[in-house]
């Protein structure tokens, strides 16, 4: 065991020297890609000033914004259809209005800033999982829109090659290869298309997949031609007329999105843009190209993004609530507020830090000039914080809000101050609007300074910094660079205030990030002192749940609230941060502890995991950026008719029986009794474990502890005054449940022992006045067993029917079911990807006391 131990501490040390490193690859490889996109379009666009950029931007005329906006508005119309059709497959339905809103959310928080908490399947997550939808059945909607959305993009691709393959006369293939290529992808998805049928299950990679209906296949294709084809339109029509057809533009836009997605870079910023000025610059001219690229991310992103803050904040201000509707509006409105205003306060700081290094609007006659050259310098700066504080934002917290009340504010006197930005200042009051209005709903009391800053995060920083910089370059490639222009202040000196603009944003930037990265870690997992340990026992007595009393075993480290009413218990192995159960202590305390913990774990480069979770709480752990995986379903018998009377507990009668021939006794010790008693208690556990062979289990399990055994009574049964059986009762002051822990049984007593304990420990507390007893988990129990299923429960249903060898799964269902109990799903809630499968290795040998106890079981 000491050699395991050490391991573990090389392990961690190791974890710790490098975690900054992990956490940095990402961003620092999105960083790479984008700096070579913006560089092949600076190469690109090597001939284009930014007096051109801007004069073609104002050639575009009244006419063409209006289609790109109506263009824009059919394309969200058409996303509505994915989120329907996703709910059909997965046998739901939502009230359209609703399912609108949240779809429109979603996909304008998504396009825009797209990554991590900001995406549109986990802003789609934290809604369906308030509204009861089951963890797999959202993720069937989110695979289901994931797909739907990828075969769209390559049908409607295959489709413009085939229909304009000899307008990408740049492209490496000939045009007949283009369309063959295209004509083969479009014959592939009539394929899957008449193979679906009514619906059917194939076979592919050696996995099961299950097919909507040909008819939901086609209703879905549809919806993506139209929402593809009307977002390229959108582009299309803020091109030069006649420059290039309307299915060239669509097939291009459609390569240019799935590169953008797959490059991971936020927004597809960048790669985007180097696939478009690739395709079109030779057609419609370069300037003409880029003018309509920044109009286009203009109307199709920022645009929705600012509706959808609008319409939550008018839904905030009206507080909706006089129709089941329009509660479920609100509720929608509610839940996508935090994801929509910081991504617009994420939108403005990029606005912020965009305007710092280009030339302003016309100042001000009267503005002196260091009041412009301050505003300006600071109006940048600013732009940068706005990107720390959209993060507390999305996280609901409180300091967030009020810095960001702020800083808004100032921010609209600084663009006020350093020239006529009219779009900044009305983009900044919409935001400050939308926080006014939304006030109640980032009450989340935590500090700002304290949070992790996540991979998604930094790429998100690194992408607009390296924006911005290439931004910089391109606006003043024709100045040459000296150093007097460092030093020079005047007016018309638009460069020098651009440059030291750039630096104040380099070095805020840089600050900012050092500053979360490399702080020193608070978090611990010592065990709790006695006075922890007190405190939490007295929480644990004004509580319903049993499961709260293994605290008592001092194995597990402790998180209080910041007020001390409620706290969380949890362990550590290798990455895996487990938390046990549900907080334990009034409700509204919970979203605090599981912020603080998920921010925990994650300052240690660690992973948050919740084991054992209910499904009324899986809404809180959706917020905090996780996914529930169900583990199998928890046993709770109401005793309100709880007996051993009638055909179906003939069985338990019996049992009850045979022990009073055997001369069974039950009764139950006080905990003042218990120690009396514990050289017989220990005897049976000693008894038990060589008999069976295995060793005592923590964390999620109780051990034999004389300490922890004191705390509780035991429930006996005696044969001629022997303790021949015994179980630890968990018990709280509400006499709401009741449970057990361990259970223990000399081997030479057989017949049922368990049944009997049990059966006299319900009748018992039944007569006492409980509402439940609680059997535990069923492991693995409940999975799907359709072919269909995701692989979560494929995976648990194969280890549930073939696992006898190393865990008695079906066995101990089959056991509890002979109680007729209520079964209760459980979950585990961790972050996507592989995390669940590494999560549950390291919480086996959490359980198991190390490695040595797992394989010794």
């Known amino acids: 065991m000491q050699e395991n131990t050490t391991t573990d501490d090389g392990r961690s040390a190791f974890a710790e020297r490098t975690k900054v490193l992990r956490r940095l690859a990402m961003p620092v490889v999105a960083a790479l890609l984008l700096i070579l996109a913006w560089f092949a379009v600076g190469h690109l666009a090597s001939d284009v000033s930014y007096a051109d950029l801007r004069s073609a931007i104002a050639g575009i005329g009244p006419a063409a914004l209006l289609a790109a906006l109506a263009c824009t508005a059919l394309s969200f119309a058409a996303l509505t259809l994915y989120d329907l059709g996703a709910l059909a497959f997965v046998g739901r339905r939502l009230p359209l209005p609703v399912v609108a809103l949240t779809s429109f959310c979603a996909y304008a928080v998504g396009n825009t800033v797209g990554f991590g908490p900001l995406t549109a399947g986990a802003i789609r997550y934290r809604f369906y999982t308030s509204q009861g939808l089951e ?4 993720a069937g909607i989110v695979a289901f829109v994931t797909v739907a959305f990828g075969l769209g993009l390559a049908g409607v691709a295959g489709l413009g090659m085939v229909a304009a393959a000899g307008e990408f006369a740049r492209l490496p293939l000939p045009p007949a290869g283009l369309q063959w290529l295209g004509a083969a992808v479009v014959a592939a ?3 899957l298309v008449l193979t679906a049928g009514a619906g059917r299950t194939v076979t592919l990679f050696a996995r099961a997949w299950r097919l909507p209906s040909r008819r939901l296949m086609l209703r879905q294709f549809l919806a993506t031609a139209v929402d593809v084809s009307a977002s390229a339109t959108v582009l299309w029509v803020l091109l030069p007329a006649g420059s290039v057809s309307l299915p060239a533009v669509i097939a291009l836009y459609a390569v240019a999105v799935g590169l953008g997605v797959l490059s991971h870079v936020p927004a597809g910023l960048g790669v985007f843009e180097t696939v478009i000025v690739a395709g079109l610059g030779d057609r419609a001219g370069l300037d003409a190209v880029l003018g309509a690229l920044v109009l286009y991310r203009v109307i199709y992103h920022v645009v929705p993004l600012v509706l959808a803050v609008l319409a939550i904040s008018i839904l905030e201000m009206r507080r909706v609530a006089a129709s089941p509707l329009a509660r479920l509006a609100l509720r929608a409105a509610t839940r996508m507020a935090p994801p929509a205003i910081g991504a617009l306060t994420l939108v403005l700081g990029a606005v912020l830090i965009f ?5 302003p609007g016309p100042p001000w006659a009267w503005a002196p000039l260091p009041l412009v050259e301050g505003a300006h310098f600071l109006g940048s700066v600013l732009g940068v914080v706005l990107l720390l504080v959209a993060r507390g934002l999305v996280f609901r917290l409180d300091g967030a809000w009020w810095l960001a009340m702020v800083l808004v504010p100032l921010s609209m006197m600084l663009s006020m101050a350093k020239g006529m930005a009219a779009g900044e200042i009305a983009l900044l009051a919409t935001l400050l609007l939308a926080l006014v209005a939304s006030r109640r709903v980032f009450s989340r009391p935590a500090s700002l300074l304290h949070q992790a800053l996540s991979p998604g995060w930094l790429a998100a920083m690194g992408t607009l910094l390296v924006t911005a910089a290439a931004l910089l370059f391109f606006v003043y490639k024709e100045v040459a660079y000296t150093h007097e222009l460092w030093w020079q202040f005047e007016l018309s000196g638009e460069a020098p205030r651009s440059l030291r603009a750039m630096v104040g944003i380099i070095l805020t930037a840089g600050f900012g990030a050092g500053w979360l990265l490399l702080r020193p870690f608070a978090g611990t997992t010592a065990p709790p002192t006695p006075q922890a340990l007190d405190q939490a026992m007295r929480i644990v007595a004004a509580q319903p749940r049993t499961d709260a009393c293994l605290a008592a075993m001092g194995d597990k480290s402790l998180l209080f609230s910041a007020d001390g009413r409620a706290f969380i218990m949890y362990g550590r192995q290798g990455r895996s941060w487990v938390a046990l159960s549900d907080p334990v202590g009034p409700r509204e305390c919970w979203p605090e502890l599981v912020w603080r913990f998920v921010e925990m774990a994650g300052r240690a480069g660690g992973r948050a995991v919740f084991y054992q979770v209910g499904a009324d709480s899986l809404a809180l752990y959706a917020d905090a950026g996780l996914m529930a995986f169900k583990l199998g379903e928890e046993a709770r018998v109401p005793l309100a008719d709880f007996d051993v009377k009638g055909a179906r507990r003939a069985g338990l009668r019996q049992a009850l029986n045979r022990a009073e021939r055997a001369r069974l006794e039950f009764a139950i010790l006080p905990p003042d009794e218990v120690p009396g008693r514990m050289a017989e208690l220990a005897a049976v556990s000693q008894a038990w474990v060589a008999h069976h062979k295995v060793r005592e289990k923590r964390f999620s399990l109780g ?11 035991v429930a006996v049964l005696t044969q001629d005054g022997r303790i021949v059986a015994f179980a630890n009762l968990l018990l709280t002051g509400l006499r709401d449940e009741a449970s057990i822990d361990l259970m223990r049984f000399v081997p030479e007593i057989t017949g049922g022992v368990m049944e009997v304990l049990l059966t006299r420990l319900m009748l018992h507390f039944k007569a006492a006045g409980y509402a439940s007893f609680n059997l535990g988990m069923a492991p693995l129990s409940g999975l799907s067993a359709s072919e269909a299923a995701p692989v979560w429960h494929r995976v648990g249903r194969a280890v549930f029917e073939r696992g006898e060898r190393f865990y008695n799964f079906s066995g101990l269902r089959a056991f509890k079911a002979k109680f007729r109990p209520e079964w209760q799903p459980r979950y585990l809630a961790v972050g996507g990807g592989i995390n669940p ?20 079981k």
């Open 135 to 138: 963890p797999e059945e959202i």
């Open 189 to 191: 998805l009539a394929g």
């Open 703 to 713: 051990a034999f502890d004389p300490a922890y055994l004191r705390g509780q009574p």
């Open 355 to 359: 305007s710092g290094v280009t030339p």
């Open 837 to 856: 499968m590494l999560a549950l290795t390291d919480i086996t040998v959490l359980i198991g006391g190390g490695l040595k106890g797992v394989i010794g």
